[in-house]
T-cell receptor, first 115, second 115 residues
């Protein structure tokens, strides 16, 4: 069965430091992979997605993620974290075919940013 | 472009009562999703509509949950009777199509507390 694991429940980094959030997936075929961010009281916003091609994908707000098939990973990175990046981050894998696509989410990683 | 609208934002009910949530997707989006997000977990798909037809409701507890999407636009999700474990945020999302290469846009959610 398809699944997504985010090993880190909470991460605290200092403002200006680099960030890496881990994501491992289980999926039989070539996966569609996503990272979403959820600020308090807000819905989910798409940061970036990977479908095929270049394994390093760029997203909004300075985020990037690298797809590594051999490790079944899709880690999210940012070179320099801003206080406004404090939020909950969800990795997801897309399943289904045709118009039956749906997302399976990991449990999320809460990012705290220290001043 | 207006986003996905959900109401109410918050709801507190007693167990065994009924409750309904409303969602208005982005205009022109054929696919509508209802996700349940329990505290500390990632969102889990409850039901997916393609226009006014159900595509996937495999994880919907049909003994107490029901959903409809009249005329392929607005949707309502109902719980009757509610249980304590139904306390969660209910997220509505929509996409132009249901395929994995089209972005899903999420509403702000309805936070349900069952006491």
């Amino acid at each position: 069965a398809q699944s997504v694991t985010q090993p880190d429940i909470h991460i605290t980094v200092s403002e200006g430091a680099s960030l890496e959030l881990r994501c491992n997936y289980s999926y039989g075929a070539t996966p569609y992979l996503f990272w979403y961010v959820q600020s308090p009281g807000q819905g989910l916003q798409l940061l970036l997605k990977y479908f095929s091609g270049d394994t390093l994908v760029q997203g909004i707000k300075g985020f990037e993620a690298e797809f590594k098939r051999s490790q079944s990973s899709f880690n999210l990175r940012k070179p320099s974290v801003h206080w406004s990046d404090a939020a909950e981050y969800f990795c997801a894998v897309g399943t289904g075919s045709g118009n039956t696509g749906k997302l399976i989410f990991g449990q999320g990683t809460t990012l705290q940013v220290k001043p | 472009e207006a986003g996905v609208a959900q109401s109410p934002r918050y709801k507190i009910i007693e167990k065994r009562q009924s409750v309904a949530f409303w969602c208005n997707p982005i205009s022109g989006h054929a696919t509508l999703y209802w996700y349940q997000q329990i505290l500390g977990q990632g969102p889990k798909l409850l039901i997916q509509f393609q226009n006014n037809g159900v595509v996937d409701d495999s994880q919907l507890p049909k003994d107490r949950f029901s959903a409809e999407r009249l005329k392929g636009v607005d949707s309502t999700l109902k719980i009757q009777p509610a249980k304590l474990e139904d306390s969660a945020v209910y997220l509505c999302a929509s996409s132009l199509r249901g395929s994995m290469n089209t972005e899903a846009f999420f509403g702000q959610g309805t936070r349900l507390t069952v006491v």
